[in-house]
């Protein structure tokens, strides 16, 4: 399953680093961090303070299939995230910005930042 095509990456002038697919901000992409995109989007839980990073497949939008998306990576050899993976970086996609990353992840904070 290959990204759509507004996945392609452009460069956006500059934004906070994050690790798209790390929903829990635990510095690595694994099944808690599908379960944190069901969790906000379906029971509740609190929103991530970067939205952006649960864009997984970039569609452009967060829903039930970037959770899909993460777990076909993990346990059927799906394809990655989209960048910034596997590393932190700046969003690359138009939606990173309109999804918003308010608090970038502790994940990506540089010592001295």
Known sequence: MAPPA???ARPLPSG???FRGDCNDDGGVDIS???????WLFLGAIEPGCVAVTN??????ADITD?????????????????P???CGP???PADEEMGCETPPQSCQHPGS
């Open 6 to 8: 507004s996945a392609i």
């Open 16 to 18: 906070p680093q994050f």
């Open 33 to 39: 961090d599908a379960n944190c995109i069901l969790g």
């Open 56 to 61: 997984a497949n970039g569609d452009d939008d």
């Open 67 to 83: 959770a899909i998306y993460l777990l076909t990576h993990l346990f059927l050899g799906g394809p990655a995230p989209v960048e």
């Open 85 to 87: 993976f596997p590393d």
């Open 91 to 93: 969003g690359q996609l």
